[in-house]
């Protein structure tokens, strides 16, 4: 990811100073499809998703997970839920084909 600085330079190379892309890669050391963005682009892009974010099989039972962990609070420590135990009633209790 180049910085703000670099885009500005490149810019200033081109625009104001008049050199090709070409000069300025070789100046800057950077390939010359960056310095096409460079002049395309007056900031870095940043980082853009591609896929919709895919959301957990667990979102819908996070409500009951709090709710168990929430009522062991009152009880003592060797008789609260553990990660297993909690998978396999949810597993029995309230239909999740998770793994």
């Not at 910085?3 to 100046?27: E, M, N, P």
């Not at 960056?34 to 998703?49: K, N, V």
């Not at 039972?61 to 009522?71: C, M, R, S």
């Amino acid at each position: 990811m180049y910085t703000v600085d670099l885009y500005l330079k490149v810019r200033q190379a081109h625009f104001q100073d008049g050199l090709s892309g070409r000069q300025i890669a070789r100046d800057f050391g950077i390939i010359r499809d960056s310095i096409a963005m460079m002049l395309a682009y007056s900031e870095p892009l940043g980082y853009r998703r591609t896929a919709p974010i895919r959301r957990s099989k667990l979102d819908a039972f996070t409500g009951q997970i709090n709710q168990w962990l929430a009522e062991d609070k009152a009880r003592p420590r060797k008789q609260r839920h553990t990660a297993k135990h909690i998978f396999k009633r949810l597993h029995d209790e309230c239909g999740f084909d998770g793994g």
